[in-house]
């Protein structure tokens, strides 16, 4: 791959950026006291070595009203610009030509009454469904004064050594929340038609304009669509796009959607590339640069949105997170080399709303990078693996780089254990590229896999290595219901791996994740291939109605039962609501706080939430997703024979991906 474009430098005003890959703002939970941290000044000078360039920090409050979450960064307050100068000094300091700037950040009603300890503000008195916080409508004095605060931020990134600053003006923060008609119920001039709902942005813009030098770049990232039902649809954005230019704005940074949108902005199932129409919608429309934003992971789609002119530069946030040396890689041409964000949230987002510090499934270096890099070994020795699944993956890859001889021991004939299985429900495939990056390791740093072997004492003892990785995995949990050993009764993985049959009518026993994405799966089953929808509707052999019918959803009856009230406990916040409006769209039918009695050949017997007997007939297959529990015989035996042996994955206890990597990498890197 060339790369025409995605390395060349190009011009914001006269700041001049090395390259168009752009790491946007970022919470990263790992602020102290609003203050920076050497966590943070490590986090980005990796970045920076990486080869990014333009980074943008935060977001980074500008008032105490706009503070979204505890432990963001902040810039409210004279007595953060010493550390916020060390900052910048670090990022510089790895390396000299990269850019950096500051997101000026104010949530309004985002903010959460008990995080600010006082009623959040916002153009009007309109509840959100994101904080759950009604806020109360801001008075004149309220506007002057976060509007100055906005300015005064700006001053304190410049005089802190910041290249740029960039306003927070997306995702339903602040100036959503004055421009959209849905959320600014005002009627003085700062609400009504949209002149005057612009007035807020503007007169915003043009305070920081007038405190910071005329060379200073002032960026904007906003919303290419509201997508709320009411508000700015992204045709009606380049007016707002055009003032935005008209009042002095040098670039315009596009993102999709609103916190609250019930439209996936992040998630693994969002296509890769498939909001850079926004970008595009916004560059046919203004003369400043443009960039483009959301689920752009890999250098080779960066390079295709801008050789298509849809932006003049790339947003790649967790691609950046999951590997910081992307740029540089793509540069070398090791473009298989690349770590791939693949959308799972499990350590940024969903870490985030768990109030933890930023992770990442696919690197566990993350936000810990002073300590964790790779230690070469000085005497070579000899790596048993037993298990190809995520943690044995991880493990293998971080021992033979260190320079251990790895072996990796598979009963099956591929390697990925649940790899090979979560991939499979719509929406989930990203897990596979995970997959695909583990075997172009494997082979890359001459790790053996010996497929087809079922591990025993008596192989490791003829194997003889000098440490053990136990990664075997989990075994299903069949609870004990009657009926449960039924002909036409089922493990989930079974039916996702297709080593059983799909029924007409299934019931799936379990809503956690398993379970969910069952019922995802089935009901998709058979449905059209989005190539033979194109070709079946470009020939017109179906009407366009019918064939959409046919490519959502399949033919296949799905119920779920769960126990508890809700499913989808074991969910990230950030997947669950899109999992479960998934199921809704495919009419997946959910029993929850129910009790399974009793199977039968053809009826699943239950007590309902008000332990009312119920009866579901016609079933003709139930699949049982009620957990599960470490695979760990091995353990003992191995240890008992004398060897060095570690349980790796969820071999201790279960545990996420997010978790197995984790360990995996800290064990791997620690022998
Ligand atoms: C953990 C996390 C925190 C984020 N924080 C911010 C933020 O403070 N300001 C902002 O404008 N966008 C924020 N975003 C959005 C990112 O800048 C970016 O637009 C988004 O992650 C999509 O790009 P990506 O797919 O390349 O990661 C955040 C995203 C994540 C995952």
């Not at 005057?196 to 007169?203: A, K, T």
């Amino acid at each position: 791959m060339k790369f025409l474009k995605l390395f060349t430098p190009f011009k914001i005003k006269n700041m001049v950026v090395s390259n168009r890959i752009v790491m946007p703002a970022l919470h990263t939970n790992l602020a102290k006291n609003g203050f920076m941290t050497d966590k943070l000044n490590n986090l980005y000078a990796e970045r920076a070595k990486g080869g990014c360039g333009l980074i943008l920090v935060g977001g980074c409050y500008v008032s105490h009203y706009g503070m979204g979450v505890p432990m963001m960064i902040a810039a409210d307050d004279d007595k953060f610009i010493p550390k916020l100068t060390e900052f910048t000094e670090a990022v510089h300091g790895a390396r000299e030509d990269v850019k950096v700037g500051m997101q000026l950040y104010h949530s309004g009603r985002y903010s959460m009454d008990f995080v600010i300890k006082t009623t959040p503000i916002s153009s009007s008195a309109t509840y959100s469904r994101f904080s759950k916080c009604t806020p109360r409508a801001m008075d004149m004095e309220d506007i002057k004064r976060e509007q100055q605060a906005f300015a005064d931020a700006a001053v304190r990134a410049q005089k802190a050594g910041f290249d740029c600053v960039e306003i927070c003006g997306s995702a339903g923060y602040l100036m959503d929340q004055f421009l959209s008609p849905i959320v600014n119920m005002r009627t003085d001039k700062y609400g009504g038609s949209l002149e005057n709902r612009l007035r807020f942005p503007l007169e915003t813009i043009e305070l920081i304009k007038g405190a910071v030098d005329e060379d200073f770049v002032v960026g904007m990232r906003m919303a290419g669509d509201d997508m709320m039902e009411g508000s700015i649809t992204y045709k009606n954005k380049i007016p707002i796009a055009n003032a935005y230019e008209d009042a002095g704005i040098d670039y315009l940074n596009i993102t999709g959607a609103w916190h609250e949108t019930k439209v996936p902005q992040l998630t693994m199932d969002v296509p890769p590339g498939c909001y850079t129409y926004l970008a595009e919608n916004i560059k046919n429309n203004v003369s400043i640069p443009v960039f483009a934003s959301n689920r752009i992971n890999d250098p080779v789609l960066a390079e295709q949105v801008l050789m298509a002119d849809k932006a003049d530069a790339i947003c790649i946030g967790r691609g950046l997170m999951a590997d910081p040396y992307l740029p540089e890689k793509a540069i070398r041409g090791e473009l298989h080399d690349i770590m791939h964000c693949i959308g799972c949230n499990q350590g940024c987002f969903d870490g985030l709303f768990a109030m933890k510090p930023i992770g990442c499934l696919r690197n566990a270096r993350l936000a810990n990078e002073a300590k964790t890099e790779l230690k070469p070994i000085t005497e070579k020795k000899k790596i048993m693996i037993i298990g190809s699944g995520p943690a044995g993956l991880e493990a293998a890859r971080v021992a033979a780089i260190r320079g251990y001889e790895v072996h990796i021991f598979e009963k099956e004939d591929r390697i990925g254990g649940l790899l090979n299985i979560v991939h499979i429900p719509a929406g989930r495939h990203e897990f596979y590229r995970m997959l695909e990056d583990y075997q172009y390791w494997i082979q890359k740093y001459g790790i053996t896999v010996h497929y087809g072997t079922e591990v025993t004492t008596d192989v490791v003892k003829e194997f003889n290595p000098d440490f053990v990785f136990l990664a075997t995995g989990t075994l299903p949990i069949k609870p004990p219901i009657p009926g449960i050993d039924g002909e036409h009764v089922y493990w989930a993985n079974d039916a996702l791996n297709g080593d059983v049959p799909i029924g007409n009518n299934n019931v799936i026993i379990g809503g956690g994740a398993t379970g969910i994405e069952l019922a995802i799966f089935i009901a998709k089953y058979g449905k059209l291939s989005l190539e033979a929808f194109e070709f079946l509707t470009n020939y017109k052999v179906l009407e366009n109605d019918d064939a959409l019918s046919k490519l959502y959803k399949g033919n296949k009856k799905v119920t779920v039962m769960e126990m508890l009230p809700r499913c989808g406990a074991n969910l990230g916040k950030s997947t669950k609501w899109v999992l479960l409006d998934k199921c809704d769209m495919l009419g997946v039918k959910f029993l929850t706080g129910v009790n399974v009695t009793n199977i039968a050949k053809d009826s699943i017997s239950y007590t309902d939430a008000s332990d009312k007997e119920q009866v579901l007939n016609d079933v003709d297959a139930v699949y049982y997703a009620t957990g599960v529990k470490p695979n760990n015989e091995l353990f003992k035996e191995i240890q008992a024979l004398g060897f060095v042996v570690e349980r790796i994955g969820d071999v201790k206890k279960p545990a996420t991906v997010l978790e197995a990597v984790g360990t995996a990498f800290k064990i791997a890197n620690k022998i």
